[in-house]
């Protein structure tokens, strides 16, 4: 038995390949535009670009090789290890920017 597909596949793919008027109408209507529907679904080998190198990591958050080693040793930010080079995922670090966020009232802004 075949895994079930989602509707939103179901959708991508009637408006991708179907050449019933409608979906021939939304292709042209949406043409040149980076609209989900019309681009094709990732293929397996997308998933590497989600993983970058330490030094994308301390360029993109502004710290240090030691701040970026306090992170990995006390398990903040999660890594993998090919040879000696370390690679991070992106949604790790989004989650941690995110899991961190504070946002500070300015009080008596405007008041002398």
Request: glycine share 4%; aromatic share 8%; no cysteine.
């Amino acid at each position: 038995m075949s895994n079930p597909r989602i509707l939103a596949d179901i959708l991508k793919d009637y408006f991708q390949n179907s050449q019933e008027p409608l979906a021939v109408e939304f292709r042209n209507h949406f043409a040149g535009t980076d609209n989900p529907l019309l681009t094709e679904k990732p293929s397996d080998d997308t998933a590497l670009e989600d993983w970058i190198d330490g030094q994308m990591v301390m360029q993109a958050l502004h710290i240090s090789p030691r701040t970026l080693q306090t992170l990995r040793t006390n398990g903040t930010l999660p890594f993998s290890k090919i040879g000696r080079k370390l690679y991070y995922n992106r949604s790790d670090i989004l989650r941690i920017l995110q899991d961190n966020y504070t946002m500070y009232k300015i009080r008596n802004h405007g008041n002398k």
